[in-house]
RNA sequence: GGGCUAGUGGCGGAAUUGGUAUACGCGCAACACUUAAAAUGUUGUCCGCUUUGCGGAUGUGGGUUCGACUCCCACCUGGCCCACCA
């Protein structure tokens, strides 16, 4: 037998691979079906490093695990190219967008291409080819019709060196999340979504998901439900209302001023009444112009002006109280107002203490206690109310609606989430397909005349005017509108990085459909996706929208199921050896070529698995690689003492435990103790004289997900003509598995003392009786009686004297 | 500040979910093979002691239990996410 030479091997195999056509998929439709899905990536420059194909290693070793258990297996990849990080990428290397990530794409295939993975190519997308975006602005025009996207000119975020409005998930601690820069607010002509409408469905369906409990709480926290009421305070002396919500109807009696967000409409509109405009106005301007991060800073300190000449009327009790414009209430939330009760709040608290104002506890945790005792800070906590009127002696809990009700207040759900600021100012974007027609208004471009595609342009550097570069190319801009035929503008922003990742998922399905989204009975079979494989960063942005645009399109009956991804399995990190997320800033990038290239794709894929729990984070080590290849050369060597048997012998019973253990922890994502098994089984077969040829074969088959290259050379040593790959994993006899004997633990007081073999079906009392005749037993128990045996079958006795 | 998550040998980690703590791998040491080295193999490797045995140890301190890495309470330390959301 040759020396294991990986580099010969991994490369006749790739060739063999893509001739023979092994990994391309067949539509029968029939049968289960397993959908195993990476998310995929954006192409950047850098090329990959380590850490990147770890979750595309564990989506390959679960597709190949399924073939082999007769699933129709659907295992596709494909490139998220439009967005930012490609166009940042080709303005800094001087190369057109396409070009660059063309090129990116390539190099990024090519690395792959060395890995072992068992894509189907033929289903390969890219969110940058018109024949993909086509029905990414079908979608836009789908929401477009329903009213789910709206123009919108609020202050948005704005970043002011990629030169772009961004969305609120783009932010990172008011940030640009991908420069660094500090994020500005500025009103802008954007296109948002109205993913709010779908707010609670979002919520509510996570419930089903087999996904981490970590993502689904996170989705929760950044949908951020709250119920609370809504109630109004009428300006003295005027017709006008200030609307707050509060999630505190039960502390009313204790609000002791009503503050409104600076951007508040009814300041404008009160002007006349207020005394000290000036002041306010200076206010008002300072706080627009504050970057959102100094304003919500959460340890800054408050500010805020109180407007002299109105005051609020408290509608639980008549009284009278100063009315504020404070930038810690948030324009964006709720109603932009909100009745302070610095008693039970700890804004409100802070506030008023800075400010002078009165401070009256309306809830107290002792009741009835005569007395209260004095407040050091908000009370935020349960209790019963006090100074509250005719509420006074109620549960805070149940006052909420009753005072709701008692103020004519009206219960209401808010959320935290936002709608979805869609358009970017940049030129590497789907455009958005919408014609502004000078009679008609905005009008929808004909489904017919999709894609509108991305015109070629010599400048595409973001202006920084509020219009994407596409705004300069007058031959592109300027149409007929398809309504009136008259003068028309196409619309210029183009849409987020976010939209092409919102649906690829079904165009794997049915790649080359050019007459509608999805063929129907082709999605019906495939989707949901069964296991989603992809980094928990994920878990606020892609996530979300990904759901958001399914629903939508499960309400206009283009998909079949209501949630896209049934299972998410999240990959941890590799960082660098020092602990370091890996970059070519820092120099400490490991690239998987020189792996490949020194070690083979098997040892890495193996190695890569066995590092530890695959969602978490792990440091690379190039010291513990030479592990994973030693286990291999191992099981490569095992040929060595092949003797023409099909008998277990000896390894029966740990080839069943091995085939459960591996099966099991495939399926579960639990890829280091596979691996671990498979270690534990390769040095058993090192210790035979003779290793049965069937036993071999079999440890070859379960080996095969994770070592692909090297599985299908020896099946092929072995004489077999046809590919491991499409073997039919081995099955484990259940009563094989179970041991015989055991090793019994015979303990005292919860102590190792002694340790026997016993039968396997030795019952209670049989162990019992057992236990206390061993004579080192009995010699330690000096002929005391015990107080109590406590027998675990299959594990110990202990014995309590 | 809130949420999530983790803390086990020199290192990565395992432990059937309350039942022998340290599987598997790296590293290290000794030996074998070799002119030598590499590779490979064998043996050993949590700590301590009066070493056929005994005691201690899963971040720290307490609790529940016959029995705790696992459950409960308090605290310490890291990582990630969110962060004035009324």
């Given at each position: 037998m040759a020396e294991y030479n990986h580099k010969k091997i991994e490369k006749k195999w790739r060739e063999a691979w893509e001739k023979s056509g092994l990994y391309k998929i067949s539509d029968t439709l029939k049968g289960p079906k397993s959908y195993v899905l990476d998310m995929f990536p954006y192409p950047s420059g850098d090329g990959l490093h380590v850490g990147h194909p770890k979750g595309y290693f564990a989506s390959d070793i679960y597709s190949r695990f399924k073939r082999m258990n007769g699933f129709a297996v659907l295992h596709p990849m494909g490139w998220d190219a439009f967005g930012l990080p490609a166009e940042n990428f080709a303005i800094k290397n001087k190369l057109h967008p396409r070009v660059a990530v063309k090129k990116n794409i390539a190099r990024f295939k090519e690395q792959l291409s060395l890995l072992g993975f068992n894509y189907d190519w033929d289903r390969e997308i890219n969110t940058?080819?018109?024949?993909?975006?086509?029905?990414?602005?079908w979608i836009f025009l789908k929401l477009f019709e329903r009213g789910l996207a709206y123009e919108s000119h609020e202050p948005i975020n704005w970043c002011p060196s990629c030169k772009t409005g961004l969305a609120n998930e783009d932010l990172e601690g008011g940030k640009c999340e991908r420069c660094g820069s500090i994020v500005e607010k500025r009103p802008l002509r954007q296109w948002v979504l109205r993913i709010t409408d779908y707010a609670d469905r979002l919520l509510q369906d996570l419930e089903g998901l087999n996904w981490p409990a970590s993502i689904k709480e996170s989705q929760r926290n950044w949908i951020g439900r709250s119920e609370g009421a809504e109630i109004d305070f009428t300006i003295k002396g005027t017709d006008f209302k200030i609307k707050v919500f509060t999630t505190r109807a039960d502390t009313l009696f204790g609000a002791t001023y009503v503050a409104l967000a600076p951007e508040h409409e009814l300041v404008k509109a009160l002007r006349p009444e207020i005394n000290n405009w000036k002041k306010a106005a200076e206010y008002i301007e300072v706080s627009r112009?504050?970057?959102?991060?100094?304003?919500?800073?959460?340890?800054?300190?408050?500010?805020?002006?109180?407007?002299?000449?109105?005051?609020?009327?408290?509608?639980?009790?008549?009284?009278?109280?100063?009315i504020f414009i404070a930038d810690y209430v948030l324009a964006h939330y709720g109603t932009g107002a909100v009745m302070a009760v610095p008693a039970h709040d700890e804004r409100d608290w802070v506030f008023a203490k800075k400010f002078k104002l009165p401070i009256k506890q309306v809830i107290c945790q002792f009741y009835p206690e005569p007395k209260c005792p004095v407040l050091e800070d908000a009370y935020i906590g349960d209790g019963k109310l006090v100074s509250s009127g005719k509420f006074n002696g109620m549960d805070a809990e149940k006052a909420k609606k009753s005072i709701t009700e008692f103020v004519g207040g009206k219960t209401t759900v808010k959320y935290k989430l936002r709608?979805?600021?869609f358009s970017r100012q940049r030129y590497w974007g789907e455009p958005i397909p919408l014609i502004h027609c000078e009679k008609c208004g905005v009008v929808a471009v004909p489904e017919s005349d999709l894609p509108v595609k991305l015109p070629e342009v010599k400048f595409?550097?973001?202006?920084?005017?509020?219009?994407?570069?596409?705004?300069?190319?007058a031959e592109w801009v300027n149409v007929k509108c398809p309504k009136c035929s008259g003068k028309g503008k196409r619309e210029t922003n183009t849409m987020p990085q976010w939209a092409g990742s919102s649906w690829y998922y079904l165009r794997y399905i049915d790649p080359q459909n050019g007459k509608e989204l999805v063929d129907k009975k082709k999605e019906k079979y495939w989707s949901p996706v069964d296991v989603y494989v992809g980094g928990a960063e994920h878990a606020t942005r892609h996530l979300i929208y990904a759901r958001f645009w399914h629903?939508?399109?499960?309400?206009l009956g283009v998909v079949d199921h209501p949630e896209p991804f049934s299972r998410l399995q999240n990959v941890g990190l590799i960082t660098a050896k020092d602990g370091k997320k890996m970059s070519k800033r820092y120099g400490?990038?490991?690239?998987?070529?020189?792996i490949v290239e020194a070690y083979g794709a098997d040892t890495l894929r193996v190695y890569e698995m066995f590092m530890g729990p695959f969602d978490q984070t792990v440091a690379w080590s190039s010291e513990s690689i030479i592990g994973a290849r030693r286990f291999l050369e191992k099981a490569w060597r095992a040929q060595n003492n092949l003797i023409d048997s099909q008998s277990g012998g000896n390894m029966e019973k740990l080839s069943h435990q091995t085939i459960k253990k591996v099966s099991e922890d495939i399926e579960g994502f639990r890829f280091n103790t596979a691996i671990s098994q498979l270690m534990i089984f390769t040095n058993a077969m090192d210790e035979q004289e003779e290793l049965s040829r069937g036993v071999y074969e079999l440890f070859i088959k379960i080996l095969a997900p994770f070592a692909p290259h090297m599985a299908e050379e020896i099946w092929e040593q072995l004489g077999h003509k046809t590919s491991i790959h499409s073997e039919k994993w081995p099955e484990y006899n259940p009563e094989l598995v179970k041991e015989?004997?055991?090793?019994?633990?015979?303990?005292?007081?919860?102590?190792?003392?002694?340790?026997?073999?016993?039968?396997?079906?030795?019952?209670?009392?049989?162990l019992r009786e057992f236990a206390l005749k061993q004579p080192r037993i009995k010699e330690l128990l000096e002929g005391k009686d015990p107080k109590k045996v406590i027998v675990v079958r299959g594990r110990l006795v202990n014995i309590v004297i």
């Amino acid at each position: 037998m040759a020396e294991y030479n990986h580099k010969k091997i991994e490369k006749k195999w790739r060739e063999a691979w893509e001739k023979s056509g092994l990994y391309k998929i067949s539509d029968t439709l029939k049968g289960p079906k397993s959908y195993v899905l990476d998310m995929f990536p954006y192409p950047s420059g850098d090329g990959l490093h380590v850490g990147h194909p770890k979750g595309y290693f564990a989506s390959d070793i679960y597709s190949r695990f399924k073939r082999m258990n007769g699933f129709a297996v659907l295992h596709p990849m494909g490139w998220d190219a439009f967005g930012l990080p490609a166009e940042n990428f080709a303005i800094k290397n001087k190369l057109h967008p396409r070009v660059a990530v063309k090129k990116n794409i390539a190099r990024f295939k090519e690395q792959l291409s060395l890995l072992g993975f068992n894509y189907d190519w033929d289903r390969e997308i890219n969110t940058t080819n018109p024949e993909y975006y086509r029905w990414t602005q079908w979608i836009f025009l789908k929401l477009f019709e329903r009213g789910l996207a709206y123009e919108s000119h609020e202050p948005i975020n704005w970043c002011p060196s990629c030169k772009t409005g961004l969305a609120n998930e783009d932010l990172e601690g008011g940030k640009c999340e991908r420069c660094g820069s500090i994020v500005e607010k500025r009103p802008l002509r954007q296109w948002v979504l109205r993913i709010t409408d779908y707010a609670d469905r979002l919520l509510q369906d996570l419930e089903g998901l087999n996904w981490p409990a970590s993502i689904k709480e996170s989705q929760r926290n950044w949908i951020g439900r709250s119920e609370g009421a809504e109630i109004d305070f009428t300006i003295k002396g005027t017709d006008f209302k200030i609307k707050v919500f509060t999630t505190r109807a039960d502390t009313l009696f204790g609000a002791t001023y009503v503050a409104l967000a600076p951007e508040h409409e009814l300041v404008k509109a009160l002007r006349p009444e207020i005394n000290n405009w000036k002041k306010a106005a200076e206010y008002i301007e300072v706080s627009r112009n504050k970057p959102e991060i100094e304003r919500t800073a959460a340890d800054k300190e408050k500010t805020g002006v109180k407007l002299q000449g109105v005051k609020a009327i408290n509608p639980a009790n008549g009284e009278e109280l100063p009315i504020f414009i404070a930038d810690y209430v948030l324009a964006h939330y709720g109603t932009g107002a909100v009745m302070a009760v610095p008693a039970h709040d700890e804004r409100d608290w802070v506030f008023a203490k800075k400010f002078k104002l009165p401070i009256k506890q309306v809830i107290c945790q002792f009741y009835p206690e005569p007395k209260c005792p004095v407040l050091e800070d908000a009370y935020i906590g349960d209790g019963k109310l006090v100074s509250s009127g005719k509420f006074n002696g109620m549960d805070a809990e149940k006052a909420k609606k009753s005072i709701t009700e008692f103020v004519g207040g009206k219960t209401t759900v808010k959320y935290k989430l936002r709608d979805w600021v869609f358009s970017r100012q940049r030129y590497w974007g789907e455009p958005i397909p919408l014609i502004h027609c000078e009679k008609c208004g905005v009008v929808a471009v004909p489904e017919s005349d999709l894609p509108v595609k991305l015109p070629e342009v010599k400048f595409y550097e973001p202006m920084g005017t509020g219009e994407s570069p596409l705004a300069n190319i007058a031959e592109w801009v300027n149409v007929k509108c398809p309504k009136c035929s008259g003068k028309g503008k196409r619309e210029t922003n183009t849409m987020p990085q976010w939209a092409g990742s919102s649906w690829y998922y079904l165009r794997y399905i049915d790649p080359q459909n050019g007459k509608e989204l999805v063929d129907k009975k082709k999605e019906k079979y495939w989707s949901p996706v069964d296991v989603y494989v992809g980094g928990a960063e994920h878990a606020t942005r892609h996530l979300i929208y990904a759901r958001f645009w399914h629903k939508f399109l499960y309400d206009l009956g283009v998909v079949d199921h209501p949630e896209p991804f049934s299972r998410l399995q999240n990959v941890g990190l590799i960082t660098a050896k020092d602990g370091k997320k890996m970059s070519k800033r820092y120099g400490n990038v490991v690239n998987p070529d020189d792996i490949v290239e020194a070690y083979g794709a098997d040892t890495l894929r193996v190695y890569e698995m066995f590092m530890g729990p695959f969602d978490q984070t792990v440091a690379w080590s190039s010291e513990s690689i030479i592990g994973a290849r030693r286990f291999l050369e191992k099981a490569w060597r095992a040929q060595n003492n092949l003797i023409d048997s099909q008998s277990g012998g000896n390894m029966e019973k740990l080839s069943h435990q091995t085939i459960k253990k591996v099966s099991e922890d495939i399926e579960g994502f639990r890829f280091n103790t596979a691996i671990s098994q498979l270690m534990i089984f390769t040095n058993a077969m090192d210790e035979q004289e003779e290793l049965s040829r069937g036993v071999y074969e079999l440890f070859i088959k379960i080996l095969a997900p994770f070592a692909p290259h090297m599985a299908e050379e020896i099946w092929e040593q072995l004489g077999h003509k046809t590919s491991i790959h499409s073997e039919k994993w081995p099955e484990y006899n259940p009563e094989l598995v179970k041991e015989e004997v055991y090793e019994l633990v015979i303990q005292i007081n919860g102590k190792v003392r002694d340790k026997a073999e016993v039968d396997a079906d030795l019952g209670e009392d049989g162990l019992r009786e057992f236990a206390l005749k061993q004579p080192r037993i009995k010699e330690l128990l000096e002929g005391k009686d015990p107080k109590k045996v406590i027998v675990v079958r299959g594990r110990l006795v202990n014995i309590v004297i």
